[in-house]
Nanobody
Framework: QVQLVESGGGLVQAGGSLRLSCTAS????????VGWFRQAPGKEREFVAA????????YYADSMKDRFAISRDNARNTVYLQMNSLKPEDTAVYYC????????????????WGQGTQVTVSS
């Protein structure tokens, strides 16, 4: 098992950048594939990006692949989501999630979830 904690969210102006971190408070995140998801008020949770346990393979939602970058540092037990050129529609709670085995883009396939971090982009 692994317990995940997200950090790095906050308020930023449109066009700005944030880097989110997903760290394991217990367990080892380096053993898992990790995905980032987000959920805006009144909307369903949506896939943002995912990375395999070795950090070699990455996947992105089409609408975010040119602005967001997922990476990991297994020595630091941390996965990152670099978000650039942020837009007001990126406002949401961002969650990281982990699963054993291969990466996935469906939230239901992830076993472990963090509590989320709020990202607010002002226009």
């Amino acid at each position: 098992q692994v317990q995940l904690v997200e950090s790095g969210g906050g308020l930023v102006q449109a066009g700005g950048s944030l880097r989110l971190s997903c760290t394991a408070s217990s367990g080892t995140v380096s053993l898992y594939a990790v995905g980032w998801f987000r959920q805006a008020p009144g909307k369903e949770r949506e896939f943002v990006a995912a990375i395999n346990w070795r950090g070699i393979s990455t996947y992105y939602a089409d609408s975010m692949k040119d602005r967001f970058a997922i990476s990991r540092d297994n020595a630091r037990n941390t996965v990152y989501l670099q978000m650039n050129s942020l837009k007001p529609e990126d406002t949401a709670v961002y969650y990281c999630a982990a699963r054993p085995g291969v990466t996935a883009i469906e939230a239901v396939r992830y076993s472990y979830w963090g509590q989320g971090t709020q990202v607010t982009v002002s226009s």
